[in-house]
Each structure stands twice: as C-alpha cells, then as structure tokens.
C-alpha cells in the first residue's frame, strides 16, 4: 500500500510538471539605446482549470543581478481578471501580459537574462509548483524582436528536490542548534546505557527515536495545513507564541527532570535507551525520545532550513508535509545511524556509578531550560501572575512526588490508578486556570519588549519614512524563545565594533519582537520568504529589494555586510 501511494504522489508530481512546463512566450523586446527607454513583454497562457495569483512574490520577472539594465515597473493585464471577496487576493485567467519598462545605457556584447516566474493554482485551491523560465536578451541589437527562449534553471520536480534537500540539511544542522542541546544529554544519556545492548536492540531503539522525530514533525506539518485552510498566518516555532504550549512544554520537562532524580521511575526510555522497561524493551521511551526533541527544537531555524520552510508555507498540503518529512529526516539522522554502526557507542566510557552523577547533571539542565521557558511565559502572561503560576507548579510537582511514592509497580492497582488520575486532573486543572486573555496568542496583558540601546520599535510606517528619507535601514526580527535569537543577540548585536559600525554608516535600526504573534511581523516574514524568526534585512539607499543575512550571524558577517553596500 506504501509503495502505491508513493507511485501515487510521484505520477502527480510529473503531471504537474509537464502541465506547466513553458506556458510563457516572449513577445516583445526593445533594448535601451542611446537614452530611449526600452521595454520587454512576455505572454502567458494559462491552463483551463487553472488561474495564476496576482501577489508579485509569486508572479512576476526579473534581471540577472549583474544586468546592465534595470527593469521598472511591472504592469499586469489579463483576458480574465477575479477578486476573492474575502481575501482579496487577484487572480488571473487566459492570457496574461506582463510588460515593462528597461532603463539603462546601451548593452554591451554580454547577453542579458530575463527570468520569468509563476506557479500556477487549480481551480479546487490545490498549487502547483513554482515554475520558471529564462529569456536570453541579446545586448547588442535594438528595435523589436523575439529573444531566444532557454531552459528554466529548475522545474517542478527539480525545484522540489531542491527544497526537500535544504529540508534535510536544515534539520540535520538543528543538531547543533542551542535549543537541541538540552535533549543533547539526554541522548548522551542513552547512548551510554545502551553500550552493553546487543546490537538489534541499539538498532531498534534508534530506529524508535527516528520514528517518534519523523512522525512528530508529520503532525506538525498537519497542524500547518490545517491551520493554514482555516485562513491562519504560521511559520516556524509559531506554537511558542502560545501560553498553554509552553506551560506544558515546562511540565514536561519538569516531570522528566524530577524522574532523573528518581523522585519518581520512568518505566520507559526517554531518549534511545535510557531505561528499560519491565519487559526489556523500551522502545516506546525511545519513540517519546524523538517527541522531546521536535519540542524543544522548533524554537531554532537552521542554516538552509529558513529557506526551504518559507517555501513549504507557501505551497499546498502534500508539499507542506514532504518538507517536514525531510526536516525530521535530517535531524534523526545522526542518532539513527548510531544504531547501525554499535561500535561508535562502545567507544564512550563504560557505564558505571559515575551515571548517577551525570543522570542528576541532566536533570538541572532540564530545570535550567523550564526556568526560561518559565520566563517567557510570565512575559506573556504578565509578571503579576508570576505567584499563581509558581503555585501551579508546585502543585504539579507535589502531585509527582505522590505519584512517584505511592504509585509504584509494587503498589495495589487501584492505589496506582487513583494517583495517576490526581496527577492529571492537578495537570489539567493548572491549565485551566492559566490566567490566558482571548485565544490567538495576541494577549493584550504582555508588555512589549525592551528594545534594545540605538534600536528603534518596529512598524511598517516608520520603516517606510526613514527609506524615504534616503537612509539606511536595518530589521532585526526576534523572539524570547528564540535561542538562536538570543545567542545573535550576544554575540553580535551587544558587540561595540558592531554597534559603531550601524552608527558610522548612519543606520537606522528597526527591532521587531516576535514573542507574542503580530499579524504586522507575519507579513514581512512572509514577504521576506522566511519561515520564521530569526530574520535580518537591510535595506540600502535607492534600493528595493532588502539583502537578507543568514539566521547565524558572526560579527565579521554583520560589518562586512554594511561596509559592502554602504561603505563609498
């Protein structure tokens, strides 16, 4: 049945891929010359069935970078043109002409490129891929004539490929992302219990985690989809903008710190490995294992992983869930090869009474992560109700240690239910009353963040005045759960020789926090195709389009930047 279905979703990508294979044509060419403005027009015809979006981020052309002309203003004309009442999203059917002028002073004998992108919609809401294709401009000539066509730089199944590799890449470097580190040792943990297993067992517990990774991100994607049907705006790490998920996300890692500490015993593995259960398995913990780690990873964006969810936000259902397959694909990766390869494991220190020690050194660390967690969300919630919700976790923590004294295998089995049902009626109770105003995560009870010294608060207004006034402009995005935010923060943006560089340049610093949902910030991620914080973008004089700076900064990074676009 696997199989079918694969065979299934591959024949769909190919027949999306020959529907919309070179729909575009040409039709009109005139180079600059000698001061004339020239212009260029290219035709699309447009499938019956079909209908293309009007947004320009998904519909529109473009010069290579190192053109020697410019393109200006793009206008749109179609056969047939519809508004959505209630998105007000255009949509074009037929034909389409999209035409412009070209400024600049006469070509050289370097050919010029004009690449035209589009990706084209059904009729039942499903969107195709994004598709391209690329004109070659002879510079040399002028007057009217029909340029030569060449082939699109990527198709639509090579365009997905594409995105589903730097899916993987991104989730294979999430590994190493600060908000992982936690599970880190746990992991560690496990792997140092499981060197004296036989090797099917290690195989399988790894192949557990894997598993719990895989799926955990599926559900996710799902999430996404539907969220996104229900007219939502989400991207990356969105569930951390809700108080009730990161309330639960701090009892999670208090009652799995607390069984580290043996107040109570964790019957099943919480990483690959960590314990056994009664009957010697333990792969359901190791599948729980995978779980933890998607819930403690999807405050950090990768390196390539901005990139290819941006894309994937944009994109129909199927190709949502394909690149949180891949993403769960490449974080898993590691500790699942593991399994395959005994030998690595063997080759850690030999487990013996030191563990108990290690095993207590990861329970603070897992307290450590649910004290800032705990931060953010008297952020959210407001720090005057820092005591009630103090008090709720002192209730949650009394009620485990009931548990883990009074409901232990030796206990009677009606004693172990009626504990285990006040643990989590304690639980469910505490969520309950969690002082939460309204429920969109736009909680008119938290206090903007502090900005910080030489920034400015971020709006879409005062960003647009001071470009207006010629000046430099630089965003930053960012968010309290965002630790790879935190750690640019730190590391770049507090340095003096960073600062001295935005102030010698005369940059004008917009800060834009993301820790509570703001439908203002959800459009400029998306204009800017990310798929979440952190996101960086400056914007030089007399230019339109921002430049984009990786979700991992260096200080080197930041000042070469600015001295490379606005330093003459």
Known sequence: ?????????????????????????????????????????????????????????????????????????????????????????????????LSAPLYGDEGGAAPEELRVFYQLCQDDGLCLFPEE?????????????????????????????????????????LNVMPCVLPVLSIKALGLLRQSDENRRKIRNHALSFGAGVVLSLLVMGILVVLLKSAGEAVGWGFQFQNPYYIFTLIIVLVVFALSLFDVWILTFTAGPGMTKTAGGGGYPGSFAGGVFTVLLATPCTAPFLGTALGFAFSQSGPVILLIFAAVGAGLALPFTLIGFFPS????????????????????????????????????QLGSEHTSLLLFLLLGITSLVWLWGRFGRPSRRSWFRTLTSLALAAGIAA???????????????????????????????????????????????????????????????????????????LGVVRFYGDYTNRNEEIDKWIKDFNKAGVPVYALYPPGREEPVLLPEILTPAIMINTLKNYLAW
């Open 344 to 379: 690595l494991i063997r080759r850690l220190p030999k487990p013996g009474p030191w563990m108990n020690g290690f095993k207590e050194a990861m329970g603070l660390l897992l307290l450590a992560t649910a004290a800032w967690l705990f931060g953010i969300l008297v952020k």
């Open 133 to 173: 294709e690329v004109f070659t401009l002879n510079a040399e000539a002028s007057g009217e004539r029909i340029p030569e066509k060449t082939t699109g730089e990527a198709g639509a199944f090579g365009g997905i490929l594409f995105y589903l590799l730097l899916a993987f890449i991104g989730g294979l470097l």
């Open 430 to 504: 505490s969520l309950a009353v969690l002082p939460v105003s309204g429920t969109t995560g736009e909680n008119p009870a938290v206090t903007a963040a502090d900005v910080p010294e030489g920034w400015n608060s971020f709006s879409s207004e005062a960003v647009g005045t001071a470009r207006a006034e010629g000046k430099p402009v630089f965003i930053q995005f960012t968010a309290d759960w965002c630790l790879t935010c935190k750690t640019n923060q730190l590391t770049v943006f507090s340095r003096d020789d960073v600062n001295a560089s935005f102030e010698e």
């Open 1 to 97: 049945m696997l199989r079918q279905r694969l065979f299934v979703l591959i024949l769909l990508l190919l027949f999306s891929q020959g529907l919309t294979a070179e729909i575009a044509e040409l039709t009109g060419y005139k180079a600059p010359d000698q001061g004339e403005i020239g212009h260029v027009e290219v035709q699309l015809r447009i499938p019956d069935g079909h209908y293309q979006s009007g947004d320009p981020e998904f519909f529109g052309m473009s010069l290579s970078e190192n053109s020697a002309y410019r393109l200006g203003e793009i206008s749109y004309s179609a056969s047939s043109t519809e508004s959505d009442p209630e998105t007000a999203e255009v949509k074009y059917r037929g034909t389409v002409s």
